[in-house]
Every structure is written in structure tokens, then in C-alpha cells.
């Protein structure tokens, strides 16, 4: 009895098992399905959909699975629904329904296939044949009925078609870029940005091809309107092509020269054979730069207004047109109406004009050229010379660099040394006032050492690579301010530095800024109770500044310009450590990273030290 219990169970489960492997077919299918298909059970509610039955209704399979299915289901055949979607759209399909079984459940099988397009064009098309058949095709203009946004063409009356030789039947279901009326692909993009835009379109000049190849210009006009329930466009082109030939030939005949004379800024003079060079036309450059009105001018020659400075000049030009038919890019020297002498470039080519041949002559004044490129060359030989100083006086600087690193630094090291021997050695017998002058050469050296560093690295400053990375300047800052209590522990400062602060700059130089200014900061707070030094940021003239402000001695603004002299010090600063170079220093590094640096203070009272980076 157990084992036909077991058998039983095996069986079912084996059941079971073909079951989930078919529902897994099943579902694989459906996914894949261009229709759509939903799984309805007997309560009518959605148990599966798939991608297809998804877009139909305008949401996601997940949203559509738990709902109430609300439309007929027919089991006898096949019958069209309009749906609804969740989107506004109407979306009419052809459904229908079988039984099935779907996880162990009495189910429905309900297939929907998208039939809207098809629909809505056989619609469209049946609306338009019978309100607009009979005056649609007697336009003249071409007409064109497409829907959007599909850009499929609806119908076209017979203009387009004897226009662009494309027959109604061709055009019907095709896309506007399938039936390639546009010369310029562009112009249907315009059309349809105009129509998504404003709705219209008015008067658009387009050079249109036919089925040939052949182009016609064209006015097209369009709008949009509604077909039964469809957006559609309705486009008119008038075809004016002949109309902008006339046009064309019209505007040619009316401006003989207008070409030459009125647009071209050079200056222009048709003259007649090169023997009488009688001036038969000039324009208004012409007025402008020799001073004589073109009354004065035409009739007479070049020779008669005397404008060549040196007469032998015309006889070359006019021995090089009857050589070569042309002259180009002449340099040649002229003289106005008032005497007065000007360079010009001068290029001329015989023309023909009512079947005469003439002289065109084309002037360029480069009178200003020619002196620019003067002062230009005198200033290149003046950089040239200020750069022969430069480099001389970088030489010289490294030099000296060498020198201070080297000669000035040897015999201090000597100094200092005998002091130390002169203590250890003869201390005992030296007097109290001997020890201290002893002792005061031996501060004086390390003093000397100091600011021979402070040279070097300042004039390194110069001459350094930029090196850019992400910089944290919160972070380094936070190093700087425990390298400072470090050093003087029993000092009770408070530091408020802002978080999350990074830049784009060089690591080791932005380091030697915040060295500076938080030292400048714990500096000058020595003689406050409770000091305090804040760095944050803040916005100058819309872009990101940089603060580090305490609440020390201060300055007065009037000494502001002046912090930043290298071996400056304000009046007072005595009683403070210093060589002077510190606030010089980060000028020069801020200035390489393409920023700028202001200070702000009052005496007594503070102060605070701006900066910008170059992003």
C-alpha cells in the first residue's frame, strides 16, 4: 500500500515538473511574440502578459499583471476592441481567446494584435477620399497628406504627381524620407522641428527633386490637423520655379556689375583699352580712398588725376598685362586727390563687357599693413633684445643662485663651526660680554642659513614644473594646523577648517601656500588669549575663492599692496620672526596657477588672505 503511495506521489511530481518546464515554454514564446497575450483567470484577473500586451497598454508588465481585465473575452473567433491606454492613446486591436491551464488553473489564452495604424490610416484615407476627393485632386498647388508622427504619406493630389512623377498608389504608406522629395534632407527635418514647434509652417523657399532627379523650387506651407482621430500634416508646395528664373534673370540684367561694384569693399575701376585707360566705372571704395567723386573720375584716366607717384610703375603694369593678360599682387605706390601717398595692392585682368573688352583694376589699400608690419618688426627686434636680457639675467640669477648655495654658504659653515670651537675650547676663559658676542655671530650665521634657504626656494619657485593633480586642500590644512600645535603645544589656538575643500593644482606648491598663510596666521595671533584661524571658501565675482583669516595684529589696507613685496616688512612687524618673503611666495604660486591673491584687514582687529585656482 506504501509503495503505490510513493508511485502515486513520483507520478504527480513528476506531472508537476512537465507542467512548470511547459508553462517555462510557454512563457519564453510569449515573451517573444510580437502580439500581445495575456493569462486570464476565471476571475478575469491578469495572471501573466508579456512585453508585447505591455505596450499595448501603455505600462510595464509587472503594473498590468493583478488587474482586472475589463474587455469581452471571445472564445468563437476574433473580434476588434479599442483599448485605452494608460498613456491616452486609443489603441485598436483584433483579440481573441482560448482555455487553457496556466500553474495548475482553469485559465484564458487572449491573444491582442496591434492594429491601429493600419486601421487609423484606412480611416484617414477613406475620411479624406470623401470630404476633399474632388477638390483635393483640382488643386493646382502639390498637396501632401502624411500622418505624424510616422511620416507616412496619406494621399497627394495630381500635381504632385505630374510634378514629381510619383503616382498616388506609389506614395501611399511610404515615409516622407522612402519617397525622396528633398534636395536637402534637411529641410523635411526642418519641417517636422516647425510643425512639433508652432503646429505651422508658412512660405518655406525649397529646392525639391522629382522622381528623376530634376529640381523644382517650391513655397511649401504646412499644418497640422486631425483626420479621423490622427495627426496629420497637410503640406502645399507651389512650384515657382519659372517665377525665380525670371526673377534671377531679371536681377543679372538690372545689376550689370552689381557683384563687383557693390558688394566687394576692395577698390574697383573698369577702365577701357589699356591705350586711352579711360575710367568707364568705379565704386565707392574708389571715392573713398583717392577722394574724387565718380563723376570727376569717369571719362578721365589714371594719368590725367595723377595718381601714380611714379608714372614708370603704369608703364610696367601695362607691359605685364599685354605680356601675361593679368598683373597680381602688385605692390605699388599711389597718391590721392590731396597729394597724399599710399600703398596699395594692385591686381588687373582684361574682362569682357558687352563684347568690348575693358580693364577691371582691383586695389587694396595696405597702407596700415605696411605700417603695422613696421612696428611689428621693431618689436620683434626689441623682444628679441629684452629676450637676449632675459636670458642674460636668468644666467646671471643662476649664477648668483650658485654663488649663495656655494661661496656665501661655505664660510658660514666655517663661522659657525669656529664659534662652537670657540665655546667648547675657550668658554671658560672668555668673558660673559666675549661669550655673548660669540654667541651672537654663531645666531647670525644660522640666521644667514635661513634666508639663503628662503632665497633658493623662492627663486626655485620661478622656474618649477606645475605638476596638477586633485588637490585636498581641507585635508592639508588639517596637517598644517597639527604641525603647528606640534611645534608650540602650549599655545591655545582654535582652528575652524572647512570640510570636503579639493582643487586641481599642484600638491607640493599648494602646500607651501597653506604653510605660509597658517603660519602667517599663528604668527601675528602669538599675543591673543584665544586665537583663532579659520580657512573655508566663498565666491568673488562668480568664481570659487579661498580664505584664511585670524583674528591677530591685522594691518591697515593702506599697507594691503605692499604684503606681497618679497623682503617687505609693515611698519610694527619687528617683534615678529620673519624675512619678508613668506606672502611674496604665495603670490608667485597662485599667479603660476592662474589665479589671484588679496588680503583684507584691520589693525588690531585681523586678517584675511583671499585666493583663486585657475579650474
Given at each position: 500500500?506504501?509503495?503505490?503511495?510513493?508511485?502515486?506521489?513520483?507520478?504527480?511530481?513528476?506531472?508537476?515538473?512537465?507542467?512548470?518546464?511547459?508553462?517555462?515554454?510557454?512563457?519564453?514564446?510569449?515573451?517573444?511574440?510580437?502580439?500581445?497575450?495575456?493569462?486570464?483567470?476565471?476571475?478575469?484577473?491578469?495572471?501573466?502578459?508579456?512585453?508585447?500586451?505591455?505596450?499595448?497598454?501603455?505600462?510595464?508588465?509587472?503594473?498590468?499583471?493583478?488587474?482586472?481585465?475589463?474587455?469581452?473575452?471571445?472564445?468563437?473567433?476574433?473580434?476588434?476592441?479599442?483599448?485605452?491606454?494608460?498613456?491616452?492613446?486609443?489603441?485598436?486591436?483584433?483579440?481573441?481567446?482560448?482555455?487553457?491551464?496556466?500553474?495548475?488553473?482553469?485559465?484564458?489564452?487572449?491573444?491582442?494584435?496591434?492594429?491601429?495604424?493600419?486601421?487609423?490610416?484606412?480611416?484617414?484615407?477613406?475620411?479624406?477620399?470623401?470630404?476633399?476627393?474632388?477638390?483635393?485632386?483640382?488643386?493646382?498647388?502639390?498637396?501632401?497628406?502624411?500622418?505624424?508622427?510616422?511620416?507616412?504619406?496619406?494621399?497627394?493630389?495630381?500635381?504632385?504627381?505630374?510634378?514629381?512623377?510619383?503616382?498616388?498608389?506609389e506614395v501611399f504608406g511610404r515615409t516622407l524620407a522612402e519617397i525622396d522629395i528633398w534636395k536637402n534632407p534637411a529641410d523635411r527635418s526642418r519641417l517636422i522641428s516647425a510643425l512639433q514647434q508652432e503646429g505651422r509652417l508658412r512660405d518655406l523657399e525649397i529646392v525639391f527633386l522629382n522622381r528623376t532627379g530634376e529640381t523644382f523650387v517650391g513655397l511649401l506651407s504646412a499644418e497640422l490637423t486631425e483626420l479621423c482621430g490622427i495627426?496629420?500634416?497637410?503640406?502645399?508646395?507651389?512650384?515657382?520655379?519659372?517665377?525665380?528664373?525670371?526673377?534671377?534673370?531679371?536681377?543679372l540684367s538690372e545689376e550689370k556689375f552689381a557683384k563687383v561694384f557693390r558688394y566687394v569693399p576692395s577698390l574697383l575701376v573698369v577702365s577701357s583699352t589699356l591705350k586711352e585707360g579711360?575710367?568707364?566705372?568705379?565704386?565707392?571704395?574708389?571715392?573713398?580712398?583717392?577722394?574724387?567723386?565718380?563723376?570727376?573720375?569717369?571719362?578721365?584716366?589714371?594719368?590725367?588725376?595723377?595718381?601714380?607717384?611714379?608714372?614708370?610703375?603704369?608703364?610696367?603694369?601695362?607691359?605685364?598685362?599685354?605680356?601675361?593678360?593679368?598683373?597680381?599682387?602688385?605692390?605699388?605706390?599711389?597718391?590721392?586727390?590731396?597729394?597724399?601717398?599710399?600703398?596699395?595692392?594692385?591686381?588687373?585682368?582684361?574682362?569682357?563687357?558687352?563684347?568690348?573688352?575693358?580693364?577691371?583694376?582691383?586695389?587694396?589699400?595696405?597702407?596700415?599693413?605696411?605700417?603695422?608690419?613696421?612696428?611689428?618688426?621693431?618689436?620683434?627686434?626689441?623682444?628679441?633684445?629684452?629676450?637676449?636680457?632675459?636670458?642674460?639675467?636668468?644666467?646671471?640669477?643662476?649664477a648668483f643662485n650658485y654663488s649663495v648655495s656655494h661661496d656665501l654658504r661655505r664660510p658660514l659653515t666655517a663661522i659657525n663651526a669656529y664659534c662652537q670651537v670657540v665655546l667648547e675650547t675657550c668658554g671658560g676663559s672668555l668673558g660673559g660680554q666675549c661669550r655673548g658676542y660669540v654667541r651672537e655671530i654663531y645666531d647670525g650665521t644660522l640666521r644667514m642659513n635661513e634666508l639663503i634657504d628662503v632665497l633658493l626656494t623662492f627663486s626655485r619657485l620661478a622656474h618649477s614644473e606645475l605638476h596638477r593633480e586633485t588637490v585636498d586642500l581641507s585635508g592639508m590644512a588639517q596637517v598644517v594646523a597639527a604641525e603647528l600645535r606640534l611645534a608650540e603645544p602650549e599655545r591655545l589656538v582654535t582652528f575652524r577648517i572647512a570640510e570636503g575643500v579639493t582643487v586641481d593644482g599642484d600638491t607640493n606648491l599648494l602646500r607651501v601656500v597653506l604653510d605660509n598663510l597658517f603660519g602667517n596666521a599663528w604668527k601675528y595671533t602669538a599675543n591673543r588669549k584665544e586665537a583663532t584661524v579659520e580657512f573655508g571658501t566663498t565666491v568673488i565675482d562668480g568664481r570659487p575663492a579661498y580664505f584664511v583669516r585670524d583674528n591677530g595684529t591685522g594691518f591697515t589696507m593702506t599697507d594691503a599692496e605692499k604684503l606681497f613685496i618679497p623682503f617687505h616688512r609693515l611698519p610694527g612687524s619687528g617683534e615678529f620672526k620673519g624675512h619678508g618673503i613668506g606672502l611674496a611666495t604665495v603670490e608667485r604660486i597662485i599667479r603660476r596657477h592662474g589665479g589671484w591673491v588679496l588680503a583684507e584687514g584691520e589693525a588690531g582687529k585681523g586678517a584675511t588672505f583671499y585666493f583663486t585656482l585657475q579650474a
Open positions: 500500500m506504501r509503495e503505490n503511495s510513493d508511485e502515486l506521489k513520483a507520478q504527480l511530481e513528476q506531472k508537476r515538473q512537465q507542467l512548470r518546464a511547459c508553462n517555462k515554454r510557454i512563457r519564453a514564446i510569449m515573451t517573444k511574440n510580437r502580439d500581445g497575450i495575456l493569462i486570464v483567470d476565471r476571475r478575469r484577473t491578469v495572471r501573466h502578459a508579456n512585453p508585447a500586451a505591455a505596450t499595448i497598454f501603455g505600462c510595464t508588465e509587472k503594473e498590468l499583471e493583478g488587474e482586472e481585465y475589463v474587455y469581452p473575452l471571445e472564445l468563437d473567433g476574433t473580434t476588434e476592441l479599442k483599448i485605452r491606454a494608460r498613456d491616452g492613446r486609443t489603441v485598436m486591436v483584433e483579440t481573441w481567446a482560448v482555455e487553457t491551464e496556466w500553474d495548475g488553473d482553469a485559465a484564458y489564452f487572449v491573444s491582442l494584435h496591434n492594429v491601429t495604424e493600419g486601421k487609423l490610416a484606412e480611416e484617414a484615407l477613406r475620411e479624406s477620399e470623401e470630404k476633399f476627393s474632388r477638390a483635393f485632386m483640382a488643386v493646382p498647388n502639390l498637396l501632401i497628406v502624411a500622418t505624424l508622427p510616422y511620416e507616412r504619406y496619406v494621399d497627394v493630389n495630381e500635381a504632385f504627381e505630374r510634378t514629381c512623377g510619383w503616382r498616388r498608389e495627426t496629420c500634416m497637410i503640406g502645399i508646395i507651389t512650384d515657382i520655379t519659372e517665377r525665380k528664373r525670371a526673377e534671377e534673370a531679371l536681377r579711360r575710367m568707364i566705372e568705379v565704386n565707392a571704395a574708389f571715392e573713398k580712398i583717392f577722394k574724387y567723386t565718380r563723376e570727376e573720375a569717369i571719362g578721365r584716366s589714371a594719368l590725367d588725376l595723377n595718381l601714380w607717384f611714379d608714372p614708370e610703375d603704369r608703364v610696367r603694369v601695362i607691359q605685364t598685362i599685354r605680356q601675361k593678360g593679368e598683373v597680381r599682387d602688385r605692390e605699388i605706390k599711389f597718391l590721392d586727390k590731396c597729394g597724399k601717398v599710399f600703398v596699395g595692392l594692385y591686381s588687373a585682368t582684361i574682362i569682357e563687357i558687352d563684347g568690348e573688352d575693358c580693364l577691371l583694376s582691383i586695389l587694396n589699400d595696405i597702407t596700415e599693413r605696411k605700417r603695422q608690419e613696421e612696428e611689428i618688426e621693431i618689436l620683434n627686434i626689441d623682444l628679441a633684445a629684452r629676450a637676449l636680457e632675459l636670458e642674460t639675467a636668468n644666467k646671471e640669477l643662476e
